[in-house]
């Protein structure tokens, strides 16, 4: 209130050339406008949740009714991005990863204001974004499917801006075009593994991909990411998944919602289907590459390339000599090589959970 009371005062003296509000508040519009009414030039300061982000529609239209300046920011001062990056083309599902490209010093700052707003319209006219929409793994899913729907071949997304300042040039440059709308049902997947999380895009085998929702979109994805595989049955691949994303599934909220009685295939399918305008960053089975080493330098397997049954034994016989209770025979390799992991790394996601 004081804030307001003090931009009235303002704007009664006339002697200034305008007013800045550094706030998330639209409230702070309406004295703005006031001092808009006076001559004076109103502009409201809105903090964004990343350098690459539009404000939200309400917002824009709010200020634009007002006549009141928006202007977004980032507090992410400290960010620089990457003098080199890599582009991704998804085509016919698959990613393809691209040479390293350079990145021109005019391509690492976030679009100005007007061109972020602008491609956002686009994405919300054809139905990739929605309005108001926030958030890194809305809007990088919206871009990347915004180009493999209109097969306008590789994106580069790795820093975000990238593909802001991509698309905005795009768009420039085909004004007139119509696009094709976003058919709603496509999951853009990016494995992600335990170092490397989706701070940025790493291609974790087997990289990102597109598939269409379907009834099989839970073996699909989990045959993609690794955990369903010939000798391992769709339930055991599923709660090796869970195990392995246990921290970012939403079965709480997926259940409340009246699902408490669905199988595990239609609990996981529900998971996949609410993160369809996500960007979905599932991590995938870890690597055995760690543990062959350990288990060939502790003399419990000869050969480090040695075949995948001669690992399953030699971890097996491992977790005995720690004291540890091995998994069932039969039960999958990812189970067994997720335990040692658990046992020589008590602090990784999984074993927090």
Same mark, same amino acid.
């Given at each position: 209130m004081q804030i307001a009371m003090d931009i009235m005062a303002l704007s009664a003296a006339g002697d200034l050339a305008g007013v800045a509000v550094a706030s998330g508040d639209l409230d702070f519009l309406a004295p703005l406008e006031r001092a808009r009414s006076e001559?004076?030039?109103? #502009?409201?300061?809105?903090?964004?949740?990343?350098?690459?982000?539009?404000?939200?529609?309400?917002?824009?239209? +709010?200020? *634009?009714?007002?006549?009141?300046? $928006? =202007?977004?920011?980032?507090?992410? *001062?400290?960010? =620089?991005?990457? %003098? @080199?990056?890599?582009?991704?083309?998804?085509?016919?599902g698959a990613a393809t990863v691209h040479e390293s490209i350079f990145i021109h010093a005019s391509l690492r700052a976030p679009l100005e204001d007007d061109a972020r707003v602008a491609v956002a319209r686009i994405l919300e006219k054809y139905g990739y974004l929605w309005p108001d929409a926030v958030g890194r793994e809305l809007c990088d899913a919206a871009i990347v499917k915004f180009f493999h729907v209109n097969e306008l071949g590789p994106v580069a997304i790795n820093p975000s801006c990238l593909g802001w300042h991509h698309l905005s040039a795009l768009l420039k440059s085909k004004?007139?075009? #119509?696009? $094709?709308?976003?058919?709603g049902n496509l999951l853009f997947v990016v494995p992600s593994s335990e170092k490397n999380g989706l701070k940025y895009y790493h291609f974790t085998y087997p990289g990102p991909f597109i598939l269409q929702d379907s009834d099989q979109v839970v073996p699909d994805i989990l045959g993609r990411l690794g955990f369903l595989r010939p000798d391992v049955s769709l339930e055991e691949a599923i709660d090796?998944?869970?195990? *392995?994303?246990?921290?970012? #599934?939403? %079965?709480?909220?997926?259940?409340?919602?009246?699902?408490?009685?669905?199988?595990?295939?239609?609990?996981?399918?529900?998971?996949?289907?609410?993160?369809?305008?996500?960007?979905?960053?599932?991590? =995938?089975?870890?690597?055995?590459?760690?543990?062959?080493?350990?288990? @060939?330098?502790?003399?419990? $397997? +000869? /050969?480090?390339?040695?075949?995948?049954?001669? =690992? /399953?034994?030699?971890?097996?016989?491992?977790?005995?000599?720690?004291?540890?209770? +091995?998994?069932?025979?039969?039960c999958s390799y990812t189970r067994l090589v997720a335990q040692v992991h658990q046992l020589q790394n008590p602090d990784t996601e999984s074993s927090r959970a």
């Open positions: 001559s004076m030039k109103g #502009l409201l300061l809105t903090c964004s949740r990343g350098a690459s982000m539009p404000a939200p529609l309400e917002a824009r239209n +709010a200020a *634009a009714a007002a006549g009141v300046e $928006l =202007v977004s920011y980032s507090l992410n *001062a400290d960010f =620089v991005a990457p %003098t @080199h990056s890599t582009a991704i083309s998804i085509r016919g004004p007139s075009t #119509l696009w $094709l709308k976003d058919p090796d998944f869970n195990r *392995a994303n246990v921290r970012r #599934l939403k %079965t709480k909220e997926i259940e409340a919602q009246g699902a408490a009685n669905a199988s595990p295939v239609e609990l996981l399918q529900r998971e996949f289907r609410i993160r369809i305008p996500f960007m979905q960053g599932w991590r =995938v089975p870890q690597s055995d590459s760690s543990l062959r080493d350990m288990l @060939h330098n502790t003399g419990l $397997l +000869a /050969d480090q390339y040695a075949p995948e049954k001669d =690992v /399953d034994y030699a971890l097996r016989r491992f977790l005995e000599k720690k004291g540890q209770v +091995a998994p069932p025979l039969g």
